[in-house]
């Protein structure tokens, strides 16, 4: 299957910074990505779909400032966090689709916000 | 609105039994996409099957096989004398067609979590 990367895969902050997460598609281009947030012992959900060279495309509920995506090429996504907060920490993970239409996820990014 | 129900949260089996992931779906869409998907401990997803909405013809892979049902919205995943490798949870997802043709973003089940017990 295709392969997708995530950088870092686990990062410990302290309250108030910022934190960016990459999203690389190794072996294909992505003109969508999707990101995704999995609280402990809970199912993924859905925060965005980030479309290459426009805008991201939040789900309801999501703060589309605090969490800032750029898509800025076809094999590159961003989620930025920004100001994070003790309840932003979760597993952080993202997906692309190569044809046809199977999402391929990323290793997940860690974040714990002290 | 689309939802995906799994309803057992957690099975517990001994090794060599068989075992059966329920998964039903809601959508209005009459293009739709489901999929499996096995999250070990490790938290990494790994893709086990896709179905579109047109082909409900059954899958085997292995020890692993899918029966897909449209009449009752159901997209069972069955494994064969399970192993202890098995353990993890089982995620079933949906995604629909946008009226763009692209992708959209995956409505996923609650889970299963799967024990195998040697």
């Known amino acids: 299957g295709a392969v997708v990367s995530q950088h870092p895969s686990r990062v410990i902050c302290k309250s108030g910074t910022s934190v960016k997460i990459e999203c690389r598609s190794l072996?294909?281009?992505?003109?969508?990505m999707f990101w995704y947030r999995q609280f402990p012992k809970q199912s993924l959900m859905l925060m965005a779909t980030?479309?290459?060279?426009?805008?991201?495309?939040?789900e309801q509920g999501v703060e589309k400032d605090k969490f800032l995506i750029n898509h800025a090429s076809l094999t590159l996504s961003t989620l930025t966090v920004t100001s994070a907060h003790p309840e932003d920490s979760s597993f952080y993970i993202c997906?692309?689709?190569?044809?046809?239409?199977?999402?391929?996820f990323g290793p997940g990014t860690r974040l714990t916000v002290l | 609105a689309q939802k995906v129900t799994q309803a057992q949260t957690e099975i517990s089996v001994v090794e060599k039994e068989d075992v059966t992931l329920d998964c039903v779906y809601e959508?209005?869409?009459?293009?739709?996409?489901l999929f499996w998907y096995k999250q070990p401990p490790s938290g990494e997803l790994v893709f086990l099957i896709r179905?579109?909405?047109?082909?409900?013809q059954n899958e085997i892979s292995g020890r692993y096989s899918w029966n897909f049902q449209k009449s009752t919205s159901s997209f069972n995943f069955t494994i064969t004398a399970s192993q202890v490798v098995d353990s993890a949870v089982y995620f079933c997802?949906?995604?629909?067609?946008?009226?763009?043709?692209?992708?959209?973003?995956?409505?996923f089940g609650k889970g299963t979590h799967l024990i195998i017990q040697p």
């Open positions: 179905r579109n909405s047109f082909d409900e």
């Open positions: 072996d294909f281009q992505a003109t969508t």
């Open positions: 959508t209005r869409d009459t293009t739709y996409y």
């Open positions: 997906s692309a689709s190569p044809p046809p239409r199977t999402q391929y």
């Open positions: 980030s479309n290459e060279g426009s805008k991201a495309t939040y």
């Open positions: 997802a949906l995604s629909e067609e946008l009226s763009g043709g692209g992708a959209d973003g995956l409505t």
